[in-house]
């Protein structure tokens, strides 16, 4: 069965970095989108990033761009979410999702367990 | 992009039947049929409820259904039950090849 393990979540400074990876198993790791998906204590999903089987294609949400950056590691069955710049509202769980089509599009079948992420000085 | 808007809580006892909309725009939920749902309890990760507006993923209940006028999408809960008590979530693939999710919607079993 799927399996989506994160890690990589703890306590950081605003303004510093982290970098949160996913170790995927149970499916061929390099025929399918991935995606980074966050909530914030309390509150909604908020989608973070996708990125396309083979790595070509990236996207972000719009208050994620120019500081996150997602990458996959498809001989290592590893995704990654290298987060710069970090803020006091960036603060949740990250979950990293398989996505059920190639190019992430179609919707997130299979989700980890999250990792809490926590900006605060 | 702005977050698909749904009711921020729907109620409903056993055995009743609940409908949760999730309204987007032209560039969303309008003009793609890559709209999913998700149910997620306390504490735990979401689960996939329904991919491409009204497909059911193995496993899912065939009491849980969704649909799509225009450019607002729609989950039904036929037949009620005490473990549907959950918060739901909508999203949708954007024009940008973007995602984005709804607002959530916390449905309460009476």
């Known amino acids: 069965q799927v399996q989506l393990e994160e890690s990589g979540g703890g306590v950081v400074q605003p303004g510093r970095s982290l970098r949160l990876s996913c170790e995927a198993s149970?499916?061929?790791?390099?025929?399918?989108?991935m995606h980074w998906v966050r909530q914030a204590p309390g509150k909604g999903l908020e989608w973070v990033a996708v990125i396309s089987y083979d790595g070509r294609e990236k996207y972000y949400g719009d208050s994620m761009k120019g500081r996150f950056t997602i990458s996959r590691d498809n001989s290592k069955n590893t995704l990654s979410l290298q987060m710069n710049s970090l803020r006091p509202d960036d603060t949740a769980v990250y979950y990293c999702a398989k996505d059920f089509v190639k190019d992430g599009a179609g919707g997130a079948d299979s989700w980890g367990q999250g990792t809490l992420v926590t900006v605060s000085s | 992009q702005s977050a698909l808007t749904q009711p921020a809580s729907v109620s409903g006892s056993p055995g009743q039947s609940i409908t949760i909309s999730c309204t987007g725009t032209s560039s969303d939920v309008g003009v793609f049929n890559y709209v999913s749902w998700y149910q997620q309890h306390p504490g735990k990760a979401p689960k996939f409820l329904i991919y491409e507006v009204s497909n059911r993923p193995s496993g899912v209940p065939d009491r849980f259904s969704g649909s799509k006028s225009g450019n607002t999408a729609s989950l039904t809960i036929s037949g009620l039950q005490a473990e549907d008590e959950a918060d739901y979530y909508c999203s949708s693939y954007t024009s940008s090849s973007t995602q984005v999710f709804g607002t959530g919607t916390k449905v309460t079993v009476l």
């Open positions: 149970g499916f061929t790791f390099s025929n399918y989108g």
